[in-house]
């Protein structure tokens, strides 16, 4: 939750190469208060069923850059090991992007809501609601 001193940030993944949520996810925040200060890591959470995070930790007051670390190869591995038991011959040598980092700014008292919308082979993203 945001307060005037703070911002607050949230996410979910939608796996657009098969229209569904994107569910086991581990993303990882991080904060900055300043371009050139050094990035502090927060902590993590996983997706749910849903794709949403909804337990990522609280941001420090003055924070001004915010990254989220996706780490979708083992979602993708997952997901294509289970493919592979209908079509064998189906193989690929996994996602071209194994990790997704978004970098963004962020002002206190703002909300941000940051959707990952992913595939094997890339990705979009963009500030939600």
Known sequence: MSTSTTASVSTHILDTSIGRPAGGVAVQLAARSGRDAAWQALGGSATDAD????????LPEETTHVRL?????????????????????????????????????????????VPLLLNPFGYSVYRGS
């Open 69 to 113: 670390d996706f780490a979708v190869e083992p979602y993708f591995e997952k997901k294509q090991a289970d493919a592979q038991q209908d079509a064998p011959a189906n193989r690929d040598s996994g996602p071209f992007f194994p990790e997704v980092a978004i970098t963004f700014a962020v002002k206190p008292g703002e909300h941000y809501h």
């Open 51 to 58: 794709g949403r995070c909804k337990d990522l930790p609280a």
